[in-house]
Each structure stands twice: as C-alpha cells, then as structure tokens.
C-alpha cells in the first residue's frame, strides 16, 4: 500500500505565497507522474500542474508563472510553491501519483492524497 500526505496549506492574503508538500510513502518500487489538483466548493477537481519522473512539467493556463512544481525523486516528494496567491485560487488541495509498488512491478497505480486546504483572503 502507498500512502500521500500532504501538508503546507493555509490562510493568506491576496498576493501571499504557500509552499505545499506531499510525501509518498509504503511499498514504493517508483514513482512515474507526480501531480497537483484542486478542487474549490461547486467546482469540478482540476489539474494544477504535473511532473514526469524525468523533471518536465505542465501548468493551466490560470496559474503559469505564478506556481512551480518540483520533485525529489530519492524522497518521494512533490512540491508547489504558490506565489501572487488570487481569492481564486482557494481550493482544497490533492496530491497524486502514479506509482509502481513493490508487490506488482508491471503495473502502475494511481493513488491521491487527502487534501489540504489553501484559503486566500481579498
């Protein structure tokens, strides 16, 4: 079993920063893709930024240059540091992974993290 915790959330103003973490860990052989989603109340969950295992990354549209997502592969952790934070942007942060266990190296599973939430205040 793999678990993803992830932490860093918070309360910020308008134009703060928030760095958000997530930690992989159990029965991990490797990790492929690593992503952020979120989800705001009504609102479908939707992709935030992703990264291969080989560090290349894609971001929406709605929060390039203002969010990076990084990796430690030897870790198994993911990163999104958030800066010129919008009211926009609260949601409940997940983090997900694509993972190759130990028990099944030929198959790859998805697994999600519990969330966490990010608020940001006007």
């Known amino acids: 079993q793999v678990q993803l915790v992830e932490s860093g959330g918070g309360l910020v103003q308008a134009g703060g920063s928030l760095r958000l973490s997530c930690a992989a860990s159990?029965?991990?052989?490797?990790?492929?893709?690593m992503r952020w989603y979120r989800q705001a109340p009504g609102n479908q969950r939707e992709l935030v930024a992703a990264?291969?295992?080989?560090?290349?990354?894609n971001y929406a549209d709605s929060v390039k240059g203002r969010f990076t997502i990084s990796r430690d592969n030897v870790k198994n952790t993911v990163h999104l540091q958030m800066s010129s934070l919008k009211p926009e942007d609260t949601a409940v942060y997940y983090c997900?992974?694509?993972?190759?266990?130990?028990?099944?190296?030929?198959?790859?599973?998805?697994?999600w993290g519990q969330g966490t939430q990010v608020a940001v205040s006007s």
């Open positions: 997900y992974a694509i993972v190759t266990t130990t028990h099944q190296p030929g198959i790859t599973v998805q697994y």
């Open positions: 159990g029965s991990i052989f490797s990790i492929n893709d």
């Open positions: 990264i291969t295992r080989s560090g290349s990354t």
